[in-house]
């Protein structure tokens, strides 16, 4: 009898994990064995519950966490949409009604979680430029602050791949004329705590 509980035991627990306890058993048992396998079988069943009842847990609460950071990614994606508009390949902020100087419009851009505008070419140059009031100037993210004459991408960190100047620019009458705006289509440079319309990019790079 000792033998046969000690078997049955084992075909019990092993059951646990792939089926129903009494149904998975092939073994015959008369009342007395049954009796004694009683308790275990009991106690197998509960453990079998109460692991079916955490896995159930920790799927909720895995399924509560997704649909948090879903909700959260789709506040984001409303608050970005409501702020950047497509031109082009890329996502772009034009402010016409507030004007800052060079670095409050950097520091603005970056508050709506982008950059100063780093134009790419001349395609993106003329997408841009048909959104943009005549004779009014924008900043742009080039600026020669580091270095007097070598224009650098405050985006990137590196020097601005793509100019197209105003006639006689880039021109500096003084030392504060070291950031770059846009006016009517052509870059110029401008003194930076001029206080300027600006565009800002969703993303950092060139």
């Excluded at 073994?27 to 009842?53: F, V, Y």
């Excluded at 409303?78 to 402010?95: L, M, P």
Aim: hydrophobic share 35%; with cysteine; charged share 30%.
């Amino acid at each position: 009898m000792q033998k046969l509980a000690i078997v049955l035991v084992f075909a019990i627990i092993s059951a646990s994990f792939y089926g129903s306890v009494l149904g998975s058993l092939k073994i015959d048992c008369d009342d007395a064995c049954e009796e004694t396998l009683r308790p275990m079988i009991d106690l197998i069943r509960t453990q079998q519950d109460r692991l079916k009842a955490c896995e159930r847990s920790d799927t909720n609460a895995e399924q509560t966490r997704i649909d948090g950071q879903l909700e959260d990614l789709h506040k984001k994606l409303e608050k970005f949409t409501s702020v950047y508009e497509t031109i082009g390949s890329r996502f772009f902020y034009i402010e016409k009604r507030n004007k800052l100087n060079w670095f409050g419009a950097a520091n603005f851009c970056r508050q709506k979680g982008g950059y100063l505008v780093n134009i790419r070419d001349a395609e993106e140059l003329s997408q841009i430029s048909t959104r943009l009031d005549e004779d009014s100037e924008f900043w742009l993210d080039i600026n020669d602050l580091s270095n007097p004459g070598e224009y650098i991408s405050s985006t990137t960190g590196v020097d601005a791949t793509f100019f197209d100047w105003h006639a006689d620019e880039p021109q500096s009458v003084d030392k504060t004329q070291r950031c770059v705006s846009l006016r009517n289509g052509k870059m110029k440079v401008n003194s930076c705590g001029y206080k300027n319309y600006f565009i800002c990019q969703a993303d950092g790079e060139n």
